[in-house]
């Protein structure tokens, strides 16, 4: 994505399928901070809460909204963090 597409006034929020580092959203972060838009929001469908991009994003300040956590992957078998729903 170029940041010739963004215009200040736009109100972007970035949906994804999975998170794990957090480098991809920070990458389009970066791209929003230089054309002058806000970036509003990040919906993930599936979080790797066992890898940093989570805690990253959060701890950025970035509003996260995930559907789904997954704690951890074990001999095959992946395993859900259980939260309460956010609604």
Do not use: H, T, W, Y
Not at 18 to 23: K, V
Not at 50 to 58: H, T
């Amino acid at each position: 994505m170029s940041k010739d597409f963004l215009l200040s006034e736009d109100r972007i929020l970035i949906i994804d399928d999975f998170l794990a580092s957090g480098n991809a959203v920070l990458g389009l972060k970066d791209l929003i901070d230089q054309a002058g838009a806000q970036l509003v929001g990040v919906g993930i469908a599936i979080e790797k809460g066992f890898q940093s991009g989570g805690q990253k994003l959060r701890e950025s300040g970035i509003p996260l909204c995930s559907l789904a956590i997954i704690s951890a992957i074990q001999n095959g078998e992946v395993l859900f963090r259980e939260e309460k729903a956010m609604i």
